[in-house]
């Protein structure tokens, strides 16, 4: 286990190989604000409200995770925030507006935007 996270032994033997895809979150009005997803396969957190998409370099499996366990796994710690933070504020705007949807932020739509 790396010091300090939850990361389970055999990903976080694996750190650094993977490739980061993106963040989303779901918005549902009905329900509230938003809704909670799927649990984290890294460490097991219960309940995500932002998700994070990473692929292993090798045998190109995805992995749904949470924040840190993003930035431990890719060895990242900038595009993961940069993408939950964008994520965030589209699920503002969709609540403002009443559009409920998928918040999706991409590292391409970092890069277009001139975050990364």
Same mark, same amino acid.
């Given at each position: ?26 918005? *549902? +009005? %009905?329900?509230?604000? #938003? ?13 995500? $409200?932002? !998700? ?28 993961? *925030? +940069? %993408?939950?933070?964008? #994520? ?13 949807? $998928?918040? !999706? ?12």
């Amino acid at each position: 286990m790396i010091e300090g996270t939850r990361v389970k032994p055999e990903l976080a033997a694996t750190a650094g190989q993977w490739e980061y895809i993106c963040c989303y979150c779901m918005v *549902r +009005l %009905a329900s509230g604000v #938003t809704t909670s997803g799927p649990d984290c396969d890294a460490c097991g957190n219960c309940n995500l $409200r932002f !998700v994070h998409v990473i692929q292993n370099d090798t045998d190109h499996r995805q992995l749904l995770v949470g924040l840190d366990c993003a930035s431990v796994l890719t060895e990242d710690h900038e595009t993961p *925030r +940069l %993408a939950e933070n964008e #994520t965030k504020r589209k699920e503002a705007w969709r609540i403002y507006y009443k559009k409920p949807g $998928r918040c !999706v932020t991409t590292v391409d739509c970092l890069i277009e935007k001139g975050k990364l």
